[in-house]
């Protein structure tokens, strides 16, 4: 078969696709370790600052009402000025927000410095998530975005490593050197994501043909030109106005529903880990370590949806997930005062299972939504999760106060078991699909 005839969604991985699937992945190990570092120093911030449990939930919550913030903007900018401009724009963030916490005095700025990096957090999500979606292969897809999500957790994993450590080496201001270490990483990112070229499909949808060729023949080489690349038909010339409306509506319901409960009682885990450890009987060393410990879990059950994703297909992948990880969940409720290794053996068990829901976090929203609009839906998607997200993690140190641990998780699994019903309701199939085929409301 000659080149001409060749789409783009049919060529093999190169170096540019693996160069920019780690200039996109560097952002989500940021993104992990910037949300995650703030659980690793919470019990020594608030001390210092003493903070009630109100404003500990407040600090743990802004970076993700941050995130729901900069998620609307960061979308629609995204589709008007394009993904490159914006690209930078979050690794920024993260370093000035993560390097002003090494100073502050008072909850107060805190709160407003975790809120600026969640800002950055937030623009990752359409940003990254689209540049990456509209190079890749069709068949490569599903795997390398779902990758993103395993690279969240690696930054998780990270950031408990180093925080740790840093702790306990650091003294009694150990906590300033936690929170502001993340701007190490900002560094790196960013220096990493030059040259990025600008994504052609987004190019051509703005009329600018000339360079989109250009770039076609940069990443595919000289033989391919804008021939090679897939037709967008014209159903999807979907407005951001009408988008709700549209028969996009019911694909941004399904996102927003399925990502908020899979990410509320995680976000609320990893804001929390060691208080809600400690919380289910594991003192000392258990609540330090079990925390590092999960996170590996969330890792391997992340990389093993992965694996499942093409084969045993998304729909089934979605179900599957949350109905073991909501029944981990009530046993957590159940068990809750139970012995150290049947607790560690429960939230083990919902670290495994939820990686599939967690995987697909950034492959349906990068699927279902045509160029035009997709980093606005993206954008939207994390935004609104952000809510329930920053809504929960503020509730937890209260539940716990008031409810207990036992209660709390058995809110935790109800918030999954709506992940369930809605998935079995909405859950489309995507698996095969070309990015034109999976966003067409046609099939």
């Given amino acids: ?10 060529v093999p991985l190169n170096k540019f696709h693996q160069l920019m699937t780690v200039r996109a992945g560097g952002g989500w190990i940021l993104d992990g370790y910037i949300l995650s570092i703030i659980g690793v120093a919470i019990v020594q911030f608030s001390d210092y600052l003493r903070l009630d449990s109100f404003w500990q939930g407040l600090v743990a919550a802004s970076a993700m009402l941050g995130t729901f913030c900069s998620g609307f903007l960061g979308g ?46 937030g623009l990752e999500y359409p940003v990254a998530g689209s540049l990456l979606t509209e190079f890749l292969p069709q068949k490569n897809r599903g795997p390398r975005l779902a990758g993103l999500t ?21 003294g009694a201001d150990g906590w300033r050197l ?3 270490s993340s701007a190490v990483l900002g560094v790196l990112l960013f220096l990493l994501r030059l040259g990025t070229p600008e994504s052609p499909r987004w190019l051509v949808s703005k009329g600018r043909l000339d360079e989109a060729g250009r770039i076609i023949k940069q990443v595919y080489g000289p033989s391919f030109s804008l021939a090679n690349m897939p037709a967008e038909t014209s159903e999807k010339k979907v407005s951001l106005g009408n988008l709700l409306t549209s028969g996009y509506g019911t694909r941004m319901l399904f996102v927003i529903v399925f990502w908020t409960a899979a990410v509320v009682p995680m ?22 370590y079990g925390s590092v410990l999960i996170t590996m879990l ?29 029944l981990a969940l ?47 839906a993206v954008g939207v998607g ?21 409810f207990g641990i036992g209660n709390t998780m058995y809110v935790a699994a109800a918030v999954s078991f709506i992940g369930l019903i809605v998935s079995v309701w909405l859950a489309p199939e995507t698996r095969g699909m070309s990015l034109e085929q999976a966003s067409s409301l046609k099939r």
Wanted: charged share 10%; hydrophobic share 55%.
């Fill in 1 to 10: 078969m000659n080149k001409s005839d060749i789409s783009i969604e049919d």
């Fill in 76 to 121: 629609w900018l995204t589709d008007k000025l394009g993904r490159r401009r914006l690209f930078f724009v979050g690794p920024i963030l993260f370093i000035v927000g993560s390097v002003g916490t090494f100073w502050v005095e008072s909850g107060v700025s805190l709160f407003v410095l975790r809120f600026l990096v969640g800002m950055g957090v």
């Fill in 150 to 170: 395993i690279l969240w957790f690696v930054g998780a994993a990270l950031s408990y490593i180093v925080g740790n450590f840093i702790l306990a080496h650091g």
């Fill in 178 to 180: 936690v929170l502001a």
């Fill in 267 to 288: 976000f609320a885990v990893y804001s929390f880990a060691p208080v809600v450890l400690q919380a289910l009987n594991l003192k000392g060393d258990w609540a330090a």
């Fill in 298 to 326: 969330f890792v391997v059950g992340c990389i093993v949806a992965t694996r499942l994703i093409d084969t045993m297909g998304r729909r089934p992948l979605i179900i599957h997930s949350f109905l073991w990880s909501s």
């Fill in 330 to 376: 009530l046993g957590l409720g159940a068990f809750s005062h139970s012995a150290e290794a049947l607790v560690l053996l429960m939230f083990g068990a919902y670290a495994l299972f939820i990686g599939g829901a967690q995987v697909l976090e950034l492959v349906y929203p990068n699927e279902l939504f045509p160029t035009e609009i997709r980093a606005f």
């Fill in 382 to 402: 994390s935004s609104m999760t952000r809510v329930g997200s920053a809504i929960g993690t503020w509730l937890v140190p209260m539940s716990l106060a008031s």
